[in-house]
Each structure stands twice: as structure tokens, then as C-alpha cells.
């Protein structure tokens, strides 16, 4: 399966710059396999049996609960895809179903960027592009979002 872009650039197009989601999608599974781990560290200083049982049944939960939000995280950055042509503005997430727009460059009335700070030590953040219908599609934890919108308004 190769990338959505590569399927739809007309004659003459060329990707400029291509971004995906950041891995701080993963985060939710980071805290999750912490937990798990304290958990089973935990049955080592466990004075009873029964303490030892809830900690590793605890910690059994919580791994399967990281497993899912890993293989979610995963799966959510291998389907979207974020580029910006010498034409349009491209977005596509999903796999069975699938979500995309398309804003032409020339029809881009604004681009903003939010980050909050974590975002800004990271370099992620939030994409909002405003077409001149006003209409506005958001992208959501893209990485280096500043050079993203670099690349559609530097023209």
C-alpha cells in the first residue's frame, strides 16, 4: 500500500512537505506501561499474598489497556498523512473509512498554529487553515507545525 499522496499528485505537482502526527500520541500507552511496570515492582515489597495477586492482576489490566492505546497510536499515524504540493494543501486520515480535504494554496486565506507549552517544547501542535469560504479544517498534533505553515505561506 503505498502513500495517499503519491495516488492523486496531478501532472507537474510536487510534494514540498509532508508531516504526520506527532508521537506524543502515544503518551496515553507511555503512562500506562509506567503504571504496569510500578505495579509489578510493586509485588516485590507486597507483605501479603493477597496484595501480591491485586498487583499483578492490576498491573495484567493496566498492560492490556497500554497495549490497546499503543496499537491505536500506531495505527492512527500510519493512516494519516499531512502534505503540502506545489498546488494543495493535503490531509487524509483513516483507513477503511477515510476523512481527507483538499485546499488549493491559492485559495488559503489564513493558516494558524496553536500550541500549548508542552506542545512548544515537543514541537507539536494544532493546524487550522482557513480557505476563503471560510470555511476552516483543523489538524490535530502535527509534528513541527511551524514549518508546515512555513511551507504553505512562504510563496
Known amino acids: ?31 500506562a506501561w509506567i503504571v ?3 505495579l509489578l515492582v510493586l509485588t516485590r515489597y507486597a507483605i501479603n499474598e493477597t496484595l501480591v495477586l491485586l498487583c499483578l492482576a492490576s498491573s495484567a489490566v493496566v498492560a492490556f489497556a497500554a497495549l490497546y492505546w499503543s496499537m491505536r497510536g500506531w495505527f492512527q499515524r500510519w493512516t494519516t498523512e499531512t502534505d503540502v504540493t ?3 494543501v493535503v490531509h487524509k486520515e ?5 476523512k481527507t480535504f483538499e485546499i488549493s494554496i491559492d485559495k488559503v486565506a489564513s493558516v494558524s498554529v496553536n500550541q500549548s507549552i508542552l506542545g512548544r517544547i515537543l514541537n507539536y501542535g494544532d493546524i487550522a487553515i482557513e480557505n ?4 476552516e479544517e483543523v489538524i490535530k498534533m502535527i ?13
Open 143 to 155: 509534528a513541527s507545525p511551524l514549518a508546515f505553515r512555513s511551507h504553505i505561506t512562504a510563496r
Open 86 to 88: 506545489t498546488l494543495r
Open 94 to 98: 483513516g483507513f477503511i473509512t477515510r
Open 1 to 31: 500500500m503505498g502513500r495517499y499522496i503519491d495516488d492523486i499528485l496531478q501532472p507537474g505537482e510536487k510534494v514540498l512537505y509532508s508531516s504526520n502526527l506527532h508521537w506524543v500520541v502515544y503518551a496515553p500507552a507511555i503512562a
Open 132 to 135: 476563503m469560504g471560510d470555511d
Open 36 to 38: 504496569s511496570a510500578a
